[in-house]
């Protein structure tokens, strides 16, 4: 059957506008620009290379409908802003671009909002209510990592609490982080996962969604998954590893299933960066764990009920979502 059939539900697209009209007036504004677009390149499935003449402009709604539901056989997406103003006036994918993807296409993409304390201030609480009222964000994505000294900590009582206050105060529960990976001349060590343990710890109620397996920090993000249950585990633009560090990709797969479990860990495909979803989520439903992890690691073999579980169900969980009881084949 291969993975058509399969319900997807895509944790993590976004409307990208990486256009030099989005770049703010400052030297090093192409330079955090351009390491995001290599980041995409670097590790982009061989069949995606291609497609596109270039990947740092502004994405229309139509080419990512295209990218994401025409090119793949994914049934539902979120759509995640991006609150980094570090080289982009608006964000590299700005609140009213989600929102409008969203709009466009209700009947398969939610909107998930953003804010960042350093660059919204005081007014980030109220930013939160209004896209939660005004433009039914169902989650919120963080990014705590900066340059020019604007880093905050995920367990900062001060500034990232009251954030969470007021997530669930506006009826959300789920917020997400982008940990790892850094971009252009960020701290590397502001994007630890560390500090989301006493923030998960302080908010029992509140589900933490760390993403990209906060790579490099892969073992640190693993062991706190495992210990905390309320720690989820995205694998938004992991897959792609399976075409360039294939023996990390499949160690890391194993070890996350089983220190976590499937219950808790989520498929992102990370598009539009990473172009169509379709060549990741074949790996990822042909994936076997390699009898020789199983062995020396003890690793479990991952299953069709695991992979489910991972493609779709986990976050439909999470989001509250009802599953179609058909899907595109």
């Given at each position: 059957m291969g993975v058509q059939g399969v319900f997807v539900f895509d944790c993590v697209i976004h409307a990208y506008n990486m256009a030099d009209a989005n770049l703010l007036d400052r030297s090093d504004a192409q330079q955090?620009?351009?390491?995001?677009v290599g980041l995409g390149a670097q590790t982009r499935a061989p069949a995606n290379q291609d497609l596109y003449p270039t990947f740092a402009k502004d994405w229309s709604l139509e080419e990512l409908e295209d990218m994401v539901f025409g090119r793949s056989v994914t049934d539902l997406a979120m759509a995640q802003t991006v609150p980094i103003f570090d080289w982009f006036k608006d964000g590299f994918a700005p609140v009213q671009a989600q929102y409008e993807f969203a709009s466009a296409y209700p009947d398969r993409v939610l909107f998930c909002g953003g804010v960042d304390p350093s660059y919204h201030g005081a007014a980030a609480l109220d930013e939160m209510q209004r896209q939660v009222e005004e433009m039914g964000a169902r989650s919120f994505k963080f990014y705590n990592a900066h340059i020019d000294g604007k880093s905050w900590r995920c367990d900062d009582e001060?500034?990232?609490y009251p954030l969470y206050e007021q997530a669930m105060r506006l009826g959300i529960d789920v917020v997400q982080f982008h940990k790892g990976l850094p971009f252009g001349d960020q701290n590397m060590e502001d994007l630890r996962p560390n500090d989301l343990q006493k923030a998960a710890r302080d908010f029992p109620d509140l589900r933490f969604v760390i993403h990209h397996l906060a790579l490099p920090y892969f073992e640190e993000c693993c062991s706190i998954a495992a210990r905390f249950p309320n720690v989820y585990l995205a694998i938004s633009g992991i897959v792609a590893m399976w075409f360039t560090r294939r023996r990390p990709f499949l160690t890391q797969m194993g070890q996350i299933l089983d220190e976590v479990?499937?219950?808790?860990?989520?498929?992102?495909?990370?598009?539009a960066l990473m172009g169509?979803?379709?060549?990741?989520l074949d790996v990822l439903w042909d994936l076997e764990i390699p009898d020789d992890l199983q062995e020396d690691y003890g690793f479990p073999q991952i299953t069709e009920e695991d992979k489910r579980k991972i493609l779709g169900l986990n976050f439909a969980r999470l989001m509250r979502v009802d599953i179609p009881a058909t899907t595109r084949s």
């Open positions: 955090g620009r351009d390491s995001i001060a500034v990232a479990g499937a219950d808790r860990i989520l498929w992102g495909s990370e598009a169509p979803p379709q060549p990741y």
